[in-house]
């Protein structure tokens, strides 16, 4: 069984950083793509940005410019680093690691930005 492991969420004013990390534990292979979604209160889960084993990074565009995300392959984890955190980035932000055709999520963790 696949664990997403996520830890780095909390209380920041706005203009402030954040770093979120979750690590992958299990029987796995190396996934082949993780990543971020988050999901505010009242609207749906939507894509952060994600990162493949290649090194190719995908990102919403409201976080362009704003939020890195890297990985460590060898350990299956996956990392965000957020600044300039506005009152909009609030939500629960939601590891994912996908080995096609399967797809694991952690638990989420809570990002509040205060104005």
């Known amino acids: 069984q696949v664990q997403m492991v996520e830890s780095g969420g909390g209380f920041v004013q706005a203009g402030g950083s954040l770093r979120l990390s979750c690590a992958a534990s299990g029987t796995i292979f190396n996934l082949n793509r993780m990543g971020w979604y988050r999901q505010a209160p009242g609207k749906q889960r939507s894509l952060v940005a994600t990162v493949t084993t290649g090194g190719t990074t995908t990102y919403a565009d409201s976080v362009k410019g704003r939020f890195a995300i890297s990985s460590d392959n060898a350990k299956n984890t996956v990392y965000l680093q957020m600044f300039s955190l506005k009152p909009e980035d609030t939500a629960v932000y939601y590891c994912?690691?996908?080995?096609?055709?399967?797809?694991?999520w952690g638990q989420g963790t809570q990002v509040t930005v205060s104005s």
């Open positions: 994912y690691g996908e080995t096609a055709p399967f797809a694991y």
